[in-house]
């Protein structure tokens, strides 16, 4: 884990979306924040582009810390959660995996299942 990423973890939630670079980050990350919400995204896919000020949004202003993992750069990681499309989200609560959605969905939504979880 970044020196960044470990300091949010031990504060509050970060209120812009974490880079993740690797398993062992994103297991980190899991088991030191309550509510996770993991992005997976490639830079050429034009639904993650429309996704992305969402994503930003729910990591301002919700209680979830956002993690977003680059596919094309994490190709093993996106394998181990079967990722097979981009945008794939991926929901933890309390170090435990409790939903997924995959390609746009809208805020609201977004936001009512990450609340349900805070």
Not at 41 to 53: I, N, R, S, T, V
Not at 70 to 83: F, K, R, T
């Amino acid at each position: 884990m970044t020196t960044d990423a470990a300091a949010n973890s031990e504060a509050e939630s970060p209120n812009q979306p974490v880079a993740v670079d690797g398993t062992t980050e994103l297991d980190d990350l899991v088991a030191s924040d309550d509510v996770v919400l993991v992005d997976f995204y490639a830079d050429w896919c034009g639904p993650c582009k429309m996704l992305e000020p969402v994503v930003e949004r729910l990591a301002e202003e919700t209680a979830a810390t956002v993690a977003k993992v680059d596919v094309d750069a994490n190709q093993q990681l996106a394998s181990e959660y079967g990722v097979r499309g981009v945008p794939t989200l991926v929901l933890f609560a309390d170090g435990t995996q409790v939903d997924e959605v995959v390609g746009v969905q809208p805020e609201d939504q977004l936001r009512s299942l990450v609340e349900s979880h805070t």
